[in-house]
């Protein structure tokens, strides 16, 4: 069974409008999930993180994502994006404290 | 910062050929990772390993194999190379039970 599931493939928006980019991971008993973004052409870097704790996450470049138990979800926002956020996303969950399992990918494309 | 190396960023291969993708860290990580990446269908996890000459199966082991013989070096082989392995081939590395994974710049591997 996939692990985690990312809900849209494709997410357009235009300039300086909200987005949420959804994610949902199968339920376990202690898990880390992670929003990672991979610009053109380049590696995937960490967006941010949650491990414990507060269920509200604030990453980098404004970005934030909330834990939420009861739904099994991991969503990303951004209360405003820019043309510079068009890149794709993956959530990511890591289990065991070892393995570290993907979701399909979220193409987020920002319009003028 | 860590550092994730793969060997090649480019790579052609012929059909029925052996590849080896060479990945080294250089932080002392017990995990490292192989992932390919293929549009659509996100990162899928191919192995992993979380210690020397330790490894782990993936989402998708068929038609490949892994080698661990130092803690640094994860390399990832082909035994025969196939169109269908075609892809974007990811490392990562990651400390064990540690929150954040590093990855590679990756390699494009194409199989002709």
């Known amino acids: 069974a996939q692990s985690v599931t990312q809900l849209d493939s494709q997410v357009p928006v235009f300039e300086e409008a909200p987005v949420e980019l959804r994610c949902n991971y199968s339920s376990s008993v202690s898990v880390y999930l992670f929003w990672y973004v991979q610009y053109p052409n380049q590696g995937l870097q960490l967006l941010l993180k949650y491990l414990s704790g507060s269920t509200l996450v604030k990453g980098i470049n404004g970005f934030e994502a909330e834990f939420n138990k009861s739904q099994t979800s991991f969503h990303l926002r951004k209360p405003s994006v820019h043309i510079s956020d068009t890149a794709e996303y993956f959530c990511?969950?890591?289990?065991?404290?070892?393995?570290?399992?993907f979701g399909e990918g979220t193409q987020l494309t920002v319009n003028p | 910062d860590v550092k994730v190396t793969q060997s090649s960023r480019y790579l052609v291969k012929r059909t029925g050929e052996k590849v080896f993708l060479e990945c080294v860290q250089d932080m002392d990580h017990e995990n490292m990772f192989w992932y390919r990446q293929d549009p659509g269908l996100g990162l899928r996890l191919i192995y992993f390993s979380y210690d020397v000459k330790m490894k782990e199966k993936g989402d998708i082991p068929e038609g490949y194999s892994v080698s661990r013989e130092k803690k640094e070096r994860f390399s990832l082989i082909l035994e025969s190379a196939s169109t269908n392995q075609t892809s974007m081939y990811l490392c990562?590395?990651?400390?064990?039970?540690?929150?954040?994974?590093?990855f590679g710049q990756g390699t494009r591997l194409t199989v002709v």
């Open positions: 990511a969950r890591a289990r065991g404290g070892s393995r570290l399992t």
């Open positions: 990562a590395s990651r400390r064990s039970g540690g929150p954040k994974a590093f």
